[in-house]
C-alpha cells in the first residue's frame, strides 16, 4: 500500500507565490518519475510538470519560467513551487509517481488533489 499526500495549496493573488509538497510513504522500494497534473473545472486534467528520479525535468508550455519541480529521493517527496502566478493556473493540482513497490510491482499512486486558487 503506497499513499501520496499533498499539501501548500490554498488562496494567493496573482503574481504572487505557493509551494506544493507531496510525500509518499508505504510499501516503496524506488519510485521512479514524479510529477503534477490539474484539473480546473470543466477541463480535463493536464500535466503541468514531471521529474525524473534523476531530475530530468518537463514543463507544460503555459508554466515555463514560472513554475520549477523539484524532489527529494530521500524523502520520497517532490515539490512545485508555483511563481508569478495567474488567475488561469486556479485548479486542483494533483501529484503522481511511479512506485515500484516492495512486491516488486510498478504502478501510478495519485494523491488527493489539492485546491488552488488565484486571485484578489
Known amino acids: 500500500q503506497v499513499q501520496l499526500v499533498e499539501s501548500g495549496g490554498g488562496l494567493v493573488q496573482p503574481g504572487g507565490s505557493l509551494r506544493l509538497s507531496c510525500a509518499a510513504s508505504?510499501?516503496?522500494?524506488?519510485?521512479?518519475?514524479m510529477g503534477w497534473y490539474r484539473q480546473a473545472p470543466g477541463v480535463q486534467r493536464e500535466s503541468v510538470a514531471t521529474i525524473s528520479r534523476g531530475g530530468r525535468t518537463n514543463y507544460r508550455d503555459s508554466v515555463k519560467g514560472r513554475f520549477t519541480i523539484s524532489r527529494d529521493n530521500a524523502k520520497n517527496t517532490v515539490y512545485l513551487q508555483m511563481n508569478s502566478m495567474k488567475a488561469e493556473d486556479t485548479a486542483v493540482y494533483y501529484c503522481?509517481?511511479?512506485?515500484?513497490?516492495?512486491?516488486?510491482?510498478?504502478?501510478?499512486?495519485w494523491g488527493q488533489g489539492t485546491q488552488v486558487t488565484v486571485s484578489s
Open positions: 508505504g510499501s516503496i522500494s524506488s519510485i521512479y518519475t
Open positions: 503522481t509517481a511511479r512506485v515500484v513497490t516492495i512486491g516488486p510491482e510498478t504502478y501510478d499512486y
